[in-house]
């Protein structure tokens, strides 16, 4: 049986890839979530769903809303992808479980705290830094400094040629859009970008003992091969690095604009990891994901075809008034969990223990030492077609008396 568009489905003009939407979001994900659970993006010829209760649903629903045929706008079963696809962000089971298995395998809680005494020695030197210097841009000193500094170390990249590991996601992410211009910005000069990331997927690249290392040690008990290893190695590099670096960036900015809500996390630093929960919540550094029908499926009186593609808005459900009381306001002692800034389902984001221990430990030792942050300019966003996050932010952070 051959289903059709009906006609009932609300229709939307927005574009939410043009540089308008993308700039202050909020607006349109309301439009969205208003006009129905499950709505027509006419520009796009796509479906967008932005209320909790629907987002949730397609995130734990991989049989009918999958995700080898790739997150992004483009369709892997009609396009080529433009490299080999993940193993694990554009797979289904069962190889997408194999993948899964050997990946949990190796960021095991227990390896994942690990990591914490290393993560504290850096986040106390870049805390006392920035203290000393008083007014600093909190992206590129701070929120950037770190991750790209302890990330590497753990999976065990080499120093030489870290800064393209920012390029490359930022470029990653952005080819889950179209090809606008905000991709192809970010999409020039990067074959030395992505000939270095091929190179630190290899195994002799990796130091010993680090999680890069691991996962090739892993890879053969679940039946997968070197070449395997490394495109794991790869969603390691692409997934880890940017993502960490606007949610904290976002979290100075969340904190520098809410100077309650910092006093209430300086007052007792133990609630640092709550907070940064608060921040994926109201500011999520992933804003979106695509998904494609296996099948026909109603949605709430609207039918969608086989092969459509779906845009899940993970932050328009953050904020969704039918699921939050007062979603608008940020809260760090609002009980976040049950957000979807990581996802949820069998995708949900298998680095996000080790994004909240980065956060645990940097915004904790930061909350130890400043008693208050301001801004200390206009902060500049970095436009992506699917993270949100800043380019800069410049700020003034004043220490707490000894
Ligand atoms: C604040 C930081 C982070 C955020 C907001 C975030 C967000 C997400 C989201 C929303 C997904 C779900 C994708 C989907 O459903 O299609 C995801 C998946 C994933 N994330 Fe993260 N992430 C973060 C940090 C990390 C880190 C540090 C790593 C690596 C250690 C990582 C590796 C991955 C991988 C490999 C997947 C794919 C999992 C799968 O498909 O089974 N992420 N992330």
């Known amino acids: 049986m051959s289903a059709t568009i009906t006609s009932d489905a609300p229709v939307s003009r927005l574009d939410p890839f043009s540089e308008r939407f993308l700039n202050d979001p909020y607006p349109p994900h309301r439009e969205l979530r208003d ?4 709505v027509r993006l006419e520009r796009y010829g796509i479906w967008a769903m932005a209320r909790h209760e629907q987002v949730h649903a397609a995130l734990n629903d991989p049989e009918t809303f999958r995700s080898a045929a790739g997150v992004g706008l483009a369709d892997f079963t009609k396009e080529k992808p433009f490299r080999p696809p993940s193993l694990l962000l554009e797979a289904d089971p069962p190889e997408h479980s194999r993948a ?4 949990t395998g190796v960021l095991s809680p227990k390896r994942v705290r690990s ?35 302890v990330f590497p170390d753990a999976v065990g990249v080499p120093d030489k040629g870290r800064e393209n590991l920012m390029a490359y996601g930022n470029m990653v992410f952005n080819a889950f859009g179209p090809q606008n211009e905000i991709f192809r910005e970010s999409a020039k000069g990067q074959d030395e970008v992505r000939e270095w990331i091929a190179e630190m997927c290899l195994r002799e690249n990796l130091r010993d003992g680090g999680l890069g290392a691991d996962i090739y040690e892993h890879a053969p008990r679940h039946e997968m091969g070197p070449d395997e290893a490394a495109l794991l ?10 993502t960490t670096v606007h949610g904290l960036g976002n979290a100075i900015y969340c904190f520098a604009t809410h100077p309650d809500q910092w006093a209430a996390v300086h007052a007792d630093p133990s609630r640092a990891r709550a907070a940064f929960e608060e921040v994926v919540r109201f500011e999520s550094p992933v804003q979106t994901f695509f998904r494609t029908t296996t099948r026909a499926v109603e949605v709430e009186g609207v039918t969608l075809p086989e092969g459509e593609k779906v845009l899940l808005f993970l932050a328009a459900a953050n904020r969704d008034p039918r699921h939050w009381e007062e979603p608008d306001r940020f809260d760090v002692e609002r009980r976040a969990s049950g957000h979807v800034g990581f996802g949820s389902g069998i995708h949900a984001c298998v680095g996000q223990m080790l994004a909240r221990l980065e956060a645990d430990v940097l915004i904790g030792a930061l909350a130890r030492r400043v008693e208050a942050i301001e801004l200390d300019g206009e902060p500049e966003l970095k436009l992506n077609n699917t993270l949100r996050g800043l380019a800069s932010l410049p700020v003034r952070v004043h220490p707490a008396s000894a």
């Open 115 to 149: 990591l914490r005494e290393a993560f504290e020695r850096e986040a106390h030197a870049l805390v006392e830094r920035v203290v000393d210097q008083g007014r600093f841009d909190a992206v590129d000193e701070f929120a950037e400094a770190f991750p790209t500094k």
């Open 100 to 103: 899964r298995r050997t990946i």
């Open 233 to 242: 190695v790869r969603s390691l590099l692409s997934a880890g690095v940017d």
């Open 35 to 38: 006009a129905g659970p499950v």
